[in-house]
């Protein structure tokens, strides 16, 4: 666990100087970071008022530890669950535009956890960092592809902070 500790805090320490950087709430202590990779989907929609476009549905990835090993998954709400059945559900608290103008922005969220006892049970705010693509298409949604989805690939990481002891 020490390890993983140290990771989340490495990982901080690098945002900070690579790109926006997000205050935790005060008594949050970093627990770990996971690496997430897979798409971000994307339906072409459109209301009565606009011409079609590009509206975010859901993140679908896979989480990895600092040691390459899958450990869980990223989805809608969005939610974060971890193999051993502990997970959370993620607010936006704040948003702002990554270092890399091809990628999503960087965010911090509150957690909520959900599930039984575990690695993701004490989760109570997650950065969003090194992001990498997963912007909606440039092009292609108009009135004959509405209902259209599509996956862009995109890869994060994401620094998980749990209350103090």
């Not at 770990?32 to 993140?59: K, R």
């Not at 090194?130 to 912007?135: A, E, I, K, P």
């Not at 209902?147 to 890869?155: C, K």
């Amino acid at each position: 666990m020490k390890a993983f500790a140290v990771l989340g805090l490495v990982a901080g320490l690098a945002a900070c100087a690579t790109g926006p950087h997000f205050e935790v709430p005060a008594g949050e202590v970093p627990l770990m970071t996971v690496a997430a990779q897979g798409v971000q989907v994307y339906e072409c929609q459109a209301d009565n008022a606009a011409a079609p476009a590009w509206v975010f549905v859901a993140p679908e990835a896979e989480l990895f530890d600092g040691a390459g090993r899958r450990i869980g998954r990223h989805g809608a709400g969005p939610t974060w669950q971890h193999a051993d059945g502990s997970g959370f559900v993620g607010t936006v608290r704040e948003r702002a535009p990554a270092p890399r103008a091809d990628a999503i922005p960087w965010l911090l969220l509150s957690a909520r956890p959900q599930g039984p006892d575990g690695a993701f049970a004490r989760v109570s705010s997650v950065q969003r960092i090194h992001t990498v693509g997963g912007l909606a298409p440039a092009d292609g949604c108009a009135a004959a592809t509405l209902g259209t989805r599509v996956g862009m690939a995109y890869r994060a990481d994401y620094a998980l902070y749990a209350p103090g002891r």
